[in-house]
Nanobody, 126 residues
């Protein structure tokens, strides 16, 4: 089993920045892909960003490209999401997810992941 705990959410004004963290524990040696998703009230969960541990490859949703950066620290089993130039439409609960196994996947769909954190609230005021 793998446990994921997010932190770093909060209230910020439009144009501001936040950095989210997701700490993994348990059988972390089996994790090769980690992603961030978000869900706003009344909306479906949507992909935000993904990182592949083995090659460091990353991918982003079009809505956050150029503003968000995903990174990871293998030694700490932690993945980060640096969010800059935040907009009110970025308001959502942000969850990190982890996938076990070395099979390369796009990592943009919820059903590609095996473990999920509880989420952290990000609120951007206008």
């Amino acid at each position: 089993q793998v446990q994921l705990v997010e932190s770093g959410g909060g209230l910020v004004q439009a144009g501001g920045s936040l950095r989210l963290s997701c700490a993994a524990s348990g059988r972390t040696f089996s994790i090769y892909t980690m992603g961030w998703f978000r869900q706003a009230p009344g909306k479906e969960r949507e992909f935000v960003a993904v990182i592949n541990w083995s090659g460091g490859n990353t991918n982003y949703a079009d809505s956050v490209k150029g503003r968000f950066t995903i990174s990871g620290d293998n030694a700490k089993n932690t993945v980060y999401l640096q969010m800059n130039s935040l907009k009110p439409e970025d308001t959502a609960v942000y969850c990190c997810a982890a996938r076990w196994g070395s099979t390369v996947v796009a990592g943009t769909r919820s059903n590609e992941y095996h473990y999920w954190g509880q989420g952290t609230q990000v609120t951007v005021s206008s």
